[in-house]
T-cell receptor
Framework: DGGITQSPKYLFRKEGQNVTLSCEQNLNHDAMYWYRQDPGQGLRLIYY???????QKGDIAEGYSVSREKKESFPLTVTSAQKNPTAFYLC????????????FGPGTRLTVL | GENVEQHPSTLSVQEGDSAVIKCTYSDSASNYFPWYKQELGKRPQLIIDIRSNVGEKKDQRIAVTLNKTAKHFSLHITETQPEDSAVYFC????????????FGAGTRLAVHP
């Protein structure tokens, strides 16, 4: 999982602002995922993508948007429509085929001021 | 959709004791069950996984058991050590395709010397 990077590590946002979280992988993985983690809760799926130019909404997609223009990149935009964006955001990737293992990036902690 | 429940939410053991964490899932089509360990502020790391065609899997001090009929699976850690202290998450998914992982809420394990 060292081949998955996220930036920045910490991000502060004012209310009403859109912010974009970066996720890059050099593992040649086809599938990529974004999760949100809140204290005391498990990871919840925001968006996922199987291939370039394809992505699907997860369980909590409202207020978020993504793009998948390149295989190695899957940025997440947290829009002003997301009412409670303060959380730890984790990106993951998985190769296609028979393996199911998802590898996680180091995460971005977003705080709304 | 799939729902995963995890118990207990916190677990405290003495060093050398065993620890058991249990999860139940709702979708009988789920056939892939990973366990992740997450240290404070870090990314989740896969520690063991099991597929529905296997009832038990071991890796040194860690084992996972699966009961498909009852739709529950458990993580067993023997001879616990202080470095086992972390939050453990179970998850369930349907192998292949988008492989959407549904996570339990997590168990905070504390191993006391």
């Amino acid at each position: 999982d060292g081949g998955i990077t996220q930036s920045p590590k910490y991000l502060f946002r004012k209310e009403g602002q859109n912010v974009t979280l970066s996720c890059e992988q050099n593992l040649n993985h086809d599938a990529m995922y974004w999760y949100r983690q809140d204290p005391g809760q498990g990871l919840r799926l925001i968006y996922y993508s199987q291939i370039v130019n394809d992505f699907q909404k997860g369980d909590i997609a409202e207020g978020y948007s993504v793009s998948r223009e390149k295989k190695e990149s899957f940025p997440l935009t947290v829009t002003s429509a997301q009412k409670n964006p303060t959380a730890f955001y984790l990106c993951a990737s998985r190769t296609s085929g028979s393996t199911d293992t998802q590898y996680f990036g180091p995460g971005t902690r977003l705080t709304v001021l | 959709g799939e729902n995963v429940e995890q118990h207990p939410s916190t677990l405290s053991v003495q060093e050398g004791d065993s620890a058991v964490i249990k999860c139940t899932y709702s979708d009988s089509a789920s056939n892939y069950f990973p366990w992740y360990k997450q240290e404070l502020g870090k990314r989740p790391q896969l520690i063991i996984d099991i597929r529905s065609n296997v009832g038990e899997k071991k890796d040194q001090r860690i084992a996972v058991t699966l009961n498909k009929t009852a739709k529950h699976f458990s993580l067993h850690i023997t001879e616990t050590q202080p470095e086992d202290s972390a939050v453990y998450f179970c998850a369930a998914s349907i192998s292949g395709g988008y492989n959407k992982l549904i996570f339990g809420a997590g168990t905070r394990l504390a191993v006391h010397p």
